[in-house]
């Protein structure tokens, strides 16, 4: 079946590193992929997706490219804030039901 | 529009007492689903349904059961809660292929205590 792996955190970065969260993905299909971010204390909201190969997507500074030859969507930001911090999830859906990776925390320091 | 709401937002219980979560969206959504988030165990689907009247199991539905008797409600019950039921609850709608990608809305969650 499909399934999501991607790092295990925390992440610890300081104010204005550049982020990177690995993602990886098996699937049977082309499925879209998704980053959902969960700040403290609220659910999942969507970050950016990206449809088919090669598709780029990108919100609030966040990046993270289709890459089918080597399944992967990792997350990118080139300067992280400490706003940033949250629990970001990496996901494909093909179907109604998605598949969820663990989740990844990112913690940014002043 | 309001999204995806749920009610309430904390909820403590005592073992064997039963409840219902409630959950309703106002985007029209075909398919809505009910997720559990424990530590270290990401989110495990509970239940989900495709439309009206249709509803199906996800990874977790034991001690759990729903309906669907509108597009825009999906309530979850619980029969006779247990401790390990304790968790965080959420709720989610998809337009589910109308815009071609089966993105995820969630509501901000139950946060549930079984003593």
């Known amino acids: 079946g499909d399934s999501v792996t991607q790092m295990e955190g925390p992440v610890t970065l300081s104010e204005e590193a550049f982020l990177t969260i690995n993602c990886t993905y098996t699937?049977?299909?082309?499925?879209?992929l998704f980053w959902y971010v969960q700040y403290p204390g609220e659910g999942l909201q969507l970050l950016l997706k990206?449809?088919?190969?090669?598709d780029k997507g990108s919100n609030k500074g966040f990046e993270a490219t289709y890459r089918k030859e080597t399944t992967s969507f990792h997350l990118e930001k080139g300067s992280v804030q400490v706003s940033d911090s949250a629990v970001y999830f990496c996901?494909?859906?093909?179907?109604?039901?998605?598949?969820f990776g663990r989740g990844t925390s990112l913690i940014v320091h002043p | 529009n309001a999204g995806v709401t749920q009610t309430p937002k904390f909820q403590v219980l005592k073992t064997g007492q039963s409840m219902t979560l409630q959950c309703a969206q106002d985007?029209?959504?075909?398919?809505m689903s009910w997720y559990r988030q424990d530590p270290g165990m990401g989110l495990r689907l509970i239940h989900y349904?495709?439309?009206?009247?249709?509803?199906d199991q996800g990874e977790v539905p034991n001690g759990y059961n729903v309906s669907r008797s509108t597009t825009e409600d999906f309530p979850l019950r619980l029969l006779s809660a247990a401790p390990s039921q304790t968790s965080v609850y959420f709720c989610?709608?998809?337009?589910?292929?109308?815009?071609?990608?089966?993105?995820?809305?969630f509501g901000p969650g139950t946060r549930l205590t079984v003593t």
């Open positions: 990206a449809t088919k190969a090669d």
């Open positions: 985007m029209n959504h075909e398919y």
């Open positions: 699937a049977t299909g082309y499925p879209s």
């Open positions: 349904s495709v439309g009206a009247g249709i509803t």
């Open positions: 989610a709608s998809s337009p589910a292929g109308t815009s071609g990608s089966y993105e995820q809305y």
């Open positions: 996901a494909l859906s093909d179907s109604y039901i998605p598949t």
